[in-house]
Each structure stands twice: as structure tokens, then as C-alpha cells.
């Protein structure tokens, strides 16, 4: 199997030598463009694409403003994606926000200013939900350990403390504990 993988990966690098800068340009154009159909990207991840078919530094930026010029590429629009799918959907705090979007490479000013525009109510909101949820499988324990264990729980989904408080507090009076 090993084998296999090292031909295809010299018929690929003959291929590409094989080819003329309008093929490569469409092959490159084609490849990034089927990556931002199946989901939204970073600058920096459709960067490290094209760096990664060979592309020098002056042809990457070329790609990418021609990229940002069409409306493919736009950071702050996708920190705003990000908050919501991580946020609403899938009950994530402000703190794991930030984190996917540093893991995603968006622009730390970007990250901070769409983070900052979350509105507290509605992250506190999403706390509770989660916490909601989660409270449920804690029935069988003592209020001091549901406590502890429901608030490592939120704090791991990146809720700030004041809100990992005061949703444990809402989820666990709700149940009556």
C-alpha cells in the first residue's frame, strides 16, 4: 500500500511539471474553490493550500486578494459564521470562540471584536440550555459535587465564570437540588 501512495505521488508531481502555468492556475482555482464550497475558510487556511501546492509568496497573495476581490475570502464574515454554528448550535462560550477562531488563523483583532459584539444575554442564555442538558445526567449526586462537575463542564465549553455561576445556579434550582 505504502508503495501505491509513493507512485501516485510521483505521477502527481510529473503531472504537475507537465503542466503549463494557465493548467496550473485552473488546477490551483479549481482545488481552492471546491474547499469553499463545502465550508467557509480562513485567509490563512486557503493560504497554507497554496503554499502547500507550491505557490511562492508574491503568486499567494496574488490568489488571495483576487480571492478576497470576489467576496470568497473574508475573515470577519467568517468569525461571525463561527459564532454562531460554535455559540448557538452547539452551545460553545466566548472563550472556545476565540480558540477555534486562532486554531482557524483569523486575525486576533478580527476574533476579538466579533466576540466582544456577542451579546452577554444570549451567551448566558446558551449556558443554560447547556447547562439545562447537563444537569439532567447529574440527578443522582449531592448538590456540591453536580456543581462542581456541571461547572468544569461549562468552563471546558469556554463559558467565563460569571456565567458558568450563575447558569449551574439556574440549572440545578430548576431541578430542585
Do not use: C, K, M
Request: negative net charge.
Amino acid at each position: 500500500p505504502g508503495g501505491a501512495r509513493r507512485r501516485s505521488a510521483e505521477v502527481d508531481a510529473e503531472v504537475e511539471l507537465d503542466e503549463t502555468g494557465a493548467e496550473r492556475d485552473d488546477r490551483i482555482d479549481r482545488l481552492v474553490v471546491s474547499r469553499l464550497r463545502r465550508s467557509a475558510l480562513s485567509v490563512a487556511e486557503v493560504r497554507a493550500v497554496l503554499v502547500e501546492h507550491g505557490l511562492d509568496d508574491a503568486e499567494v497573495e496574488e490568489w488571495i486578494e483576487r480571492y478576497e476581490r470576489f467576496g470568497y475570502l473574508d475573515d470577519a464574515r467568517l468569525a461571525e459564521q463561527v459564532v454562531h454554528s460554535h455559540g448557538v448550535r452547539r452551545g460553545r462560550g466566548s472563550g472556545a470562540i476565540l480558540q477555534e477562531l486562532g486554531r482557524r488563523g483569523v486575525d486576533a483583532s478580527i476574533a476579538r471584536t466579533v466576540v466582544d459584539e456577542l451579546d452577554p444575554e444570549t451567551e448566558l442564555q446558551n449556558a443554560r440550555t447547556v447547562a439545562e442538558r447537563r444537569a439532567r445526567q447529574l440527578t443522582g449526586l449531592d448538590r456540591q459535587t453536580a456543581e462542581r462537575r456541571l461547572s468544569a463542564f461549562l468552563a471546558r465549553r469556554g463559558y467565563p465564570g460569571d456565567v458558568v455561576r450563575e447558569a449551574v445556579s439556574a440549572a440545578l434550582e430548576g431541578q430542585g437540588s
